[in-house]
Nanobody, 117 residues
Framework: QVQLVESGGGLVQPGESLRLSCVAS????????MGWYRRAPGKQRELVAV???????NYSDFARGRFTISRDNAKNTVYLQMNSLKPEDTAVYYC???????????WGQGTQVTVSS
């Protein structure tokens, strides 16, 4: 059974920080690389950051230097620490395996991040 439950979003001002969390079912957390994606209004979903099972990370250009992805294998949880947030970071953020189609087209409910003054 696939479970992806995101949390931690909210409304913040530009320059502030948020930490997102995602609890995933163990059968996928232990078998796949994990990532955070986002979908901004009127735009396609895009990959934000990836963390591999061995802990290596990679970031999209807009996230590099501001966001940090991490995972707690004991808790089946992946995190996204987002600093220096900008209005253009406003989106619904989702976690999923990478590539997402490895488990079909399943998505959790996501968590809304709004950056506005």
């Amino acid at each position: 059974q696939v479970q992806l439950v995101e949390s931690g979003g909210g409304l913040v001002q530009p320059g502030e920080s948020l930490r997102l969390s995602c609890v995933a079912s163990g059968n996928i957390f232990n078998s796949y690389d994990m990532g955070w994606y986002r979908r901004a209004p009127g735009k396609q979903r895009e990959l934000v950051a990836v963390i591999m099972r061995r802990g290596f990370t990679n970031y999209s250009d807009f996230a590099r230097g501001r966001f940090t992805i991490s995972r707690d294998n004991a808790k089946n949880t992946v995190y996204l620490q987002m600093n220096s947030l900008k209005p253009e970071d406003t989106a619904v953020y989702y976690c999923n395996v990478v590539p997402y189609y490895s488990i079909g087209n399943y998505w959790g409910q996501g968590t809304q991040v709004t950056v506005s003054s």
